[in-house]
């Protein structure tokens, strides 16, 4: 579900923040500005209200994001989604669209973090919560603001400038049906001044894991197996301004994470236990200088890593021995940007304003098994950026003019000059036009791009070869043998896409508290970076005859096997001779992916005789399709297993009285079909209840005390079942619906 009201709760076009010039907005960098795309405002007040844990369960209820990716959730099978779905860390990101996690973009405060593992997925979930005054989201490109990876729209965590005093609190949950036992601990301190203030806030928290044989539906998997990670999070954030007079401000936010989580996945002879640890940092630090005529200068840098040291054992019962397996991933990020920000020419409407800057950005990657010293993949990117956005603003409230209550026009453009791939331009164009004081149209075009990962690019290549009739190739010659290519490409070109939306909101005057939003989309996503080929069909499906190189000569074997990584695998002595094809499965830029479709929210908070009653919800119904290569057919992705459901929403009532708060939500996700068999999974809805009760402020020694009981999936609904090739995969949909079943947690929190 989402608010598309502002930050402060107001629900007059006059009150919302991006008219404002003290409040920054995410989608723009004019201060103040508007933003031509809808903005989804999550506060803290409403994270309260429905008692999300961390910013991995507030993203994973927002009918725009998938769960697919990394995530705590994602058990054995979830893979025919592609390789991005794994629980490589335990951290949850967020995946606007189903884009993938990679192609949204995570902000803290207004920078970007460090990326984890080996997909660019950002931890979203590491920030506590307590720290977050509130998350804004454009589900909408905005390359043309924030650079590369915000193809299916960008997500800033804000966190609070005005904490003083100090709480302490803790959380107990289970599930009802068995495991995900949770134990949680915070600790938040503060003070705010008239000119600046600082916040500090530390969480630990550890959860038992959900196994297969907990769950009636998946008790004839391979034992032992995880459903759902265990895990224990150790995370902190500290965040601080301080206004220096007239002259600007000072800012410092940091923030550090450890997790480690054990996963475990069984075949049929044996297992394997993985327990990667994570460490994560980030430190960012900025200057804004106030100069004259309204102007702003601000200079800022960040910096962030991530470690991932993991440990797969695979454990051979029947032997009794056991095989340890240890890998690295490092990721490493720094970025550096001076802008300015300020009115440059009187409009119709009022000020016309400009923001530009110019910056510089660096990111690497490592991964390697430290126990033999290989390398699997290492490299990096550079890259400076220039960016301009402006603000024109036609017609304002005050001026009376006849069908046009509001109009402004907003243009950025944004230019990236990388090492590796050369320049990079990306435009954006919107307009916000309110007809009348009750009704606001917002429309925007423009331009993204994401560049591929490091992973993509660096990972080992490998030439391996097999028997042709092992890919699929039963037309040729006894003893055939095909030369098999995977790994990385550095000669990978960026992605891009086309991004359009428009909107229209309804906040009448006459009806305070009531705000309602549609909006279309459109994403064209071209140039995606795939491995084309399915291995087992290469060379037996027509459709990946364009990638076949047949007939290869004695030099370009020799090249191959000069720069390849050489594995035989045919168990005869290598003869080139007998090499009828090479068959590359390199990451390429070949694939287009086409996302479209429609969110609907509202919201209507109105007074009672017994309290105050806020009735809001969202929808979202996505078609996404993909097409691999030109001469490959264009299939449905939206609806089919491991990729987003049709249509999520989110709808529900928090009702207020006297310290006592209630929530109820209902969380629908329609079914996904198998495309092995064709067959239609079902539907899958769930309810989430929340009682609350502060005592408020007063001389007793319970002041300020909230206790709180959460029930999420009330009526313990399991989810859609599907047909599995091995009881090694899990028979349902990880990536959409959860195998949590009930369940239920208790809290206490206390402030000073």
Known sequence: MDDTLPPDGSTTPESNPVHLDTIEVTGTRIRGGTVPSPVVTIDAARIEQEDFADLGEVVRSLPQNFSGGQGPGIAPGATGGGQGNQNITGGAGLNLRGLGQDATLTLLNGRRMSYGGFVQMVDISAIPVEAVERIEIVADGASAIYGSDAVGGVGNVILRRDFDGVALGARYGAATDGGLATREATATGGAAWQSGGLIATWKKSSNDPIRADQRDYTDGMYAPTTLYQEGDLRSGVLSGWQELGDVGELRLDALGSERSILT?????????????????????????????????????????????????????????????????????????????????????????????????????????????????????????????????????????????????????????????????????????????????????????????????????????????????????????????????????????????????????????????????????????????????????????????????????????LRTFRFTNATGQPLDAATIAVVVPNLYVNSARQRVRGADVSGRYRFDLAEGALTLRGALTWLDSTRQVSSGQPELDMAGELFYPADLNARVGAVWNRSGFTGSLFGNYRSGVRNPVDGEDGASFTTFDATLRYDTGMHAGALSDVALELTVQNLLDRAPPLYAVASPTFAPYDSTNYSAIGRFAAVSVSKRW
């Open 264 to 560: 475990e996945m069984a075949y049929a002879t044996n297992y394997e236990r993985s327990t990667p640890e994570t460490s994560a940092s980030l430190l960012s630090p900025s200057v804004e200088l106030y100069l004259p005529g309204g102007w702003t200068l601000e200079l800022g840098s960040t910096f962030g890593r991530e470690r991932t040291d993991g440990a797969n054992a695979v454990v051979t019962p029947a032997a009794g021995t056991t095989t340890v397996t240890r890998t690295e991933y490092r990721n490493t990020s720094r970025s550096h940007e001076l802008g300015v920000e300020g009115p440059v020419a009187r409009a119709p409407g009022g000020d016309a304003r400009l923001a530009a800057g110019v910056g510089y950005r660096y990111n690497d990657f490592e991964t390697r098994y430290p126990d033999s010293g290989y390398t699997q993949a290492s490299g990096d990117v550079r890259s400076r950026f220039a960016y301009a956005e402006v603000e024109v603003p036609l017609v304002a409230p005050d001026q009376g003019v006849a069908g046009a209550y509001r109009l402004a026009l907003t243009g950025a453009v944004r230019s990236e000059d990388y090492d590796r791939f050369g320049d990079v331009t990306t435009p954006k164009l919107g307009v916000v036009w309110g007809p009348s004081r009750d009704v606001t149209v917002k429309a925007s075009w423009g331009r993204s791009f994401k560049v591929p990962t490091l992973s993509q690019q660096y990972l080992q290549r490998d030439a391996i070869l097999f028997p042709a009739i092992a890919l699929g190739g039963t037309a040729y010659p006894p003893g055939a043998t095909a030369l098999y290519l995977v790994g990385g490409n550095p000669d990978l070109d960026p992605e891009r896409a086309r991004t359009w939306s428009a909107s229209l909101a309804f906040h009448p005057a006459a009806l305070p508290g009531f705000e309602s939003e549609v909006t279309w989309f459109d994403v064209d996503y071209s140039d995606r970076v795939v491995q084309p080929l399915v291995p087992a069909q290469a060379l037996s499906n027509p459709a990946f005859a364009e990638f076949l190189e047949p007939g290869p000569s004695a030099e370009e074997l020799d090249a191959l």
